[in-house]
């Protein structure tokens, strides 16, 4: 079946591209273990190069890359620019830090002693070819924050990328091509979700990366389990978004209508569920409500639009049944909860605030994609803290206070992978990134990142004098 690009502001397909058969396949695998034996031995600086190359061009052609990315899966042209930047960036990050971040570790002289040895240190090796399977809401960011440590440690890359994607994935692999890497360091596999698991139990895939869906990431860890693979998952978000009595209220209200419609609410890590204190919840509610409801929603490619459409028809539906389900059990939209009557041709749907969340709603517990947010009132710190925590998912959570106390508790009780205290979250190279309970497991990013994807070697040298006769 043809791997097709829909534009998702019209829904006209632009594109098809034929997925790779089998023989297809066996060459890119083949050539990934020839490469992997080659490359591992560079050296950090020869690696370096060749990333700072891919950022350098990688740059230069923002805008027609950041055009590919909003054609393929919406998002508005100036965030896509962004995107391309947050790459260049990144990159540029690994190659200056992998040497330090993957250095030998020496442990303590009198621990060595103790152990027998004479030495003994610990080092960092790569593993070999690692599978990624990326998703289509930042098709080039997901991708390059596993690529970019991955190649800085020696590993070689195949990318398996979201169907609706494939010019991005093509981009992608010329990019490090064009940068001098050698061939089998990067490779992209146009194939379907269902030759995934062949390619995981192929005895030459050392490891498998996935960022999607908790479905697909249970299917990704269940044959990763039975084949003794590593694996790293970052699966869906439901993030709260905390505003508690201290908070500047104004510059909450301001952030959370940007933390809520990134992406076009396509993030995993954006703030989904809205919990207010009662003595500032009117206030917020106002002011978040009626910035929500002047965002302009519209074609991605014009500067002026705020919000374009869902990547996917299925995407757009999906959330649609969220929402009439909350609206059915007694839910309010206080604005949006339709589509835009004056965009029919794409997948389009109007910025949303819902209140009067319940837990037998489903977007109580559901991850919701798209701009819907969902607006709680609590009356204490513990129930807001409660309220957050009532979610299978715990990527991350942003929380706005001026007070050290609670943001002590916070900071404590809040089960997420992270919490950003008075600004929404974002992922950045320096800092580690992933979740708990249904978020996934494993970090990308940061020195956690690089090191997922090694083989942390002890080694020890015990004593060489010969005995005495």
Not at 260 to 275: D, M, P, T, Y
Not at 313 to 334: F, I, K, N, P, S
Request: glycine share 8%; net charge negative; with cysteine.
């Amino acid at each position: 079946m043809p791997i097709a690009v829909i534009d998702p502001a019209t829904g006209k397909t632009l594109q098809t591209f034929d997925p790779l058969d089998a023989e297809g396949i066996e060459t890119r695998l083949a050539r990934a273990a020839a490469t992997f034996a080659e490359y591992r031995l560079t050296s950090f600086a020869e690696r370096a190069a060749l990333l700072r190359t891919a950022a350098d061009l990688l740059e230069a052609d923002t805008e027609a890359t950041a055009r590919t990315m909003t054609e393929e899966m919406g998002k508005p042209l100036a965030q896509a620019k962004a995107e391309v930047a947050k790459c260049a960036k990144s990159m540029r990050w690994y190659a200056d830090r992998a040497p330090s971040l993957l250095a030998d570790e020496l442990p303590d002289p009198a621990d060595v002693a103790d152990s027998g040895a004479v030495a003994a240190h610990v080092s960092y090796r790569p593993l070999g070819p690692v599978l990624a399977v990326m998703p289509w809401n930042f098709p080039l960011w997901q991708v390059i924050r596993f690529a970019a440590p991955a190649l800085m440690a020696g590993n070689v890359a195949l990318l398996k990328h979201a169907s609706n994607v494939p010019r991005c994935a093509l981009l992608l692999e010329d990019l490090f091509a064009r940068a001098g890497f050698p061939a089998g360091c990067f490779q992209t596999l146009l194939i379907s979700s269902g030759a995934v698991e062949a390619i995981i139990r192929d005895p030459r895939v050392e490891a498998v990366t996935l960022t999607g869906s908790e479905a697909a990431g249970r299917a990704v860890a269940a044959v990763a389990g039975d084949e003794v693979k590593h694996s790293v998952l970052e699966l869906g978000g439901s993030d709260p978004f905390l505003v508690l009595p201290s908070a500047d209220v104004a510059r909450a209200a301001q952030v959370a209508v940007t933390a809520r419609v990134q992406n076009n609410g396509q993030s995993c890590i954006a703030s989904k569920r809205f919990i207010v204190h009662r003595d500032v919840y009117d206030a917020f509610a106002e002011e978040f409500t009626a910035r929500m409801a002047a965002l302009r929603v519209g074609d991605p490619m014009l500067p002026d639009t705020d919000v374009g459409p869902l990547a996917t028809e299925q995407g757009r539906a999906d959330l649609e049944e969220l929402v009439e389900d909350a609206l059915r059990r007694g839910a309010t939209a206080r604005c949006g909860g339709r589509r835009p009557a004056d965009l029919s041709a794409g997948w389009f749907y109007e910025p949303t605030v819902l209140t009067g969340i319940t837990p037998e709603m489903r977007i109580h517990h559901e991850e919701c994609f798209g701009p819907v947010a969902a607006l709680y009132r609590v009356d204490s710190l513990e129930d807001a803290v409660a309220v957050a925590n009532d979610s299978p998912f715990g990527l991350s959570s942003s929380a706005w206070t001026q007070d050290p106390a609670e943001q002590d508790v916070l900071a404590r009780d809040l089960a997420a992978g992270g919490v950003f205290f008075n600004g929404m979250t974002a992922s950045h190279a320096a800092l580690p990134f992933g979740g708990v309970k249904r978020s996934g497991y494993g970090r990308e990013l940061s020195a956690h990142g690089i090191r997922e994807f090694c083989n942390i070697t002890t080694v020890w040298y015990g004593p060489t004098d010969s005995p005495s006769a």
